[in-house]
């Protein structure tokens, strides 16, 4: 007879904003079955998405990896044989040891991101690296831009609680972000305060599925964000609807704000944006008329070299009307700002070393294939271990990110649940736990929740967490730090207890802990976490450092991005997936089945200058490359627009690169930060 079915609390643990409180079916010692959304956080409340849904499709996958291999053919060939822990670990640390003689210990680069969001278990490879002096680590490939222009106006990572749209808000903006795709909790809230009478704006290049749903829908291209909500403010001020006793107490410079805006009319933002002067007019209006408005800004639509000064121009919208006054109005980006974590336990950052190298996580291409300005005119990278990324598959200019990993003087270990497209590069591959088999504890962006998780399920086979891979790793190199004579769990409890906040158990027994702030705080009536405590129109872009001199001192339109022009035509929106996030889920079949091929949405007018219908193949392409896929028209974009959706493993493109080939590494404006979403490329009929 079967045992009765354990119903555990999880989370999960997935580059994600939603951050969504989970009930899993526990079958046995090593099986789960269904993942359920749980109402214990009122947030998610219950919702998840379906990928996650289907998660035992993922944790017992055939292919997940069960034993340490090494390489036995040439570099990328995916030949391995199984190798014991103990000689994959000592390979490990004799070859950064070797490195570090060899070139210094700025030649060993720990390289690792969000595959799991835990803390533990994701930053845990930074004590490591403070402790030997590896190169350090500068995070550019998602919140550098978006967390750069928020902080420009506002001051801190934190907003108005998406929570009181429910019941508050006439009007939701969804700016340059697909929940639909991408977090699906932020509809949950958007549709009920829909189905109230609230208004719904989505201002997107394409017809997303979040567009689908809008009352207004703003295809505007691609990073030119900034012009258009100069736009709504000039109309802001001119048409009356600023709230000036509301700018006079809270905000920095009004009258400049006010002045300078005079010259950025509807007619100036429809040539930039591409919209007409008409839906500029009514969503202005429109906003204006609204008191109680609140706009999520996402993440995609700071994807472009200007995209910190686009976040910014958006912010300033709630600072002209006085919305942040209101139940219901303000805006949200992000609220990892809340938590008062102390995190050295799992960073060591007492460790730092300032005059070690940063190298840019998203500049990987040019740095493993020997850019002097990239490796800071110092030494090689030549030994890796890489933790929660697949950099073959994610990362821009991935030409050059494979001809540096396929390096025969680079060293390269990957510690994966997959034999990803990055682990097939390696000569070492260590198979990891998911968060089933491991303890960890998550902040949430989305929401204000702190929360606990437990293991649920013994490890697979041979694998293991992160924390003990880097303890062990520690150990080889001579490394000592009581941390790594700590369970996870301990270091949960510790990082807690110093942090003010409930224990691990605590908070596991609750189901999190809520760090949501009063109304006076959460839209700071109280003032903005600014120096001035005042909103910034004009922010200090100088204390960004980096091109801090060319950012308009003013909301504008910063013209730096990769225009389209007579060689490159088209402008590529290489957006996510509903059923990949990021490379992750390219495994399962549920998602492969529902995603189907890589596909580039194309206007139906410039499908019929291309002379290709639905299913054709085109070859897309710029200077660093070429890709082909599979055509679909779709209305609801702008002509000159092409979008291809998801992060699909390159071995779905014929010749065998993926979308990141096209993509650039340069840095966006001020101080990095990756720019998926503003590439120029031509589009050809492939017969
Ligand atoms: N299913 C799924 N979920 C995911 C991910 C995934 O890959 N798939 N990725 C996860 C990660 S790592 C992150 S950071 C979050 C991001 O999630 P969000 O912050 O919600 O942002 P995105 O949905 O990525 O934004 C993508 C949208 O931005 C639009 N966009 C691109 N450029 C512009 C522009 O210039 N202006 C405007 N207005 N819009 C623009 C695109 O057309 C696309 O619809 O999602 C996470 N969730
Ligand atoms: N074209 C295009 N490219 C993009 C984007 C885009 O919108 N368009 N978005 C960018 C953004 S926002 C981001 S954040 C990056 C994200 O890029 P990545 O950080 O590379 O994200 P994933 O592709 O999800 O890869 C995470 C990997 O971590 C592994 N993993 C998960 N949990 C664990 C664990 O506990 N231990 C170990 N050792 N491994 C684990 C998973 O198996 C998976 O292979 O991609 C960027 N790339
Ligand atoms: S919506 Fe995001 S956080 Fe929620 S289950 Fe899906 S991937 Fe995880
Ligand atoms: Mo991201």
Known sequence: MNAPLRIAPSVCPHDCTSTCALEIEVRDAKHIGRVRGSTRNTYTNGVICEKVARYAERVHHPDRLQHPLKRSGPKGSGQFTRISWDEALDTVAEQFQRATAKHGSEAVWPYFYAGTMGLVQR????????????????????????????????????????????EHSDLVVIWGGNPVNTQVNVMTHAMAARKRGAKLVVVDPYRTGTAAQADMHLAVRPGTDGALACAVMHVLFAEGYADWPYLRKYTDAPDELAAHLASRTPQ????????????????AR??????????????????????????????????????WQYPGGGAVYGQTGMY????????????IDPSIRALDQSRLGPILTGDPEALHHGPPVTAMIVQNTNPAMVCPELQLVH??????????????????????????????????????????????????ARALIEPLAECREN??????????????HRAYDMSAWEIMDEVLRVSGMWDAQKNLDAGGQDFALPFEQAHFLDGFPT?????RFKPDWKSCGGRWQEMPVLPDHMDVIDKACEARPYRLVAAPARTFLNSTFTETPGSLAREKRPTALLHPEDCAALGVAEGDRVQIGNERGAVLVHVRPQGGQQRGVVVVEGIWPNRHFENGMGINALTSAEPGWPNGGAVFHDTAVWVKRCD
């Open 123 to 166: 930053d845990g490879i930074n004590r490591l690296r403070h402790q030997m002096k590896y190169s350090r680590w500068y995070s550019t490939i998602c919140v550098a831009l978006s967390d750069t222009g928020w902080a420009a106006g506002v001051g801190g990572k934190r907003g108005v609680d998406l929570r009181e749209i429910d």
């Open 340 to 351: 008062p974590l102390q995190r050295e336990l799992i960073e060591g950052s007492e460790l």
């Open 268 to 283: 100036w933002a429809a040539g930039i944006t591409g919209l007409t002067v008409e839906e500029i007019l009514a969503f």
């Open 403 to 452: 001809k540096g990993l396929a390096r025969e003087d680079l060293f390269l270990c990957v510690h994966e649940q997959f034999m990803t497209e990055t682990a097939a590069f390696a000569d070492l591959v260590l198979p990891a736990t998911t968060f089933l088999e491991h303890d960890d504890m998550y902040t949430a962006s989305g929401h204000t929740y702190f929360q606990v």
């Open 531 to 535: 120096p001035e405590g005042r909103f």
């Open 467 to 480: 924390h003990w891979v880097i303890a062990q790793l520690a150990r080889r190199l001579g490394a000592r």
């Open 286 to 323: 429109l906003y204006g008329a609204t008191k109680k408005s609140f706009i999520r800004c996402h993440h995609g639509f700071s994807r472009s070299r200007n995209g910190a000064a686009n976040m910014h121009a958006v912010t300033c919208l709630p600072a002209v009307t006085g919305a």
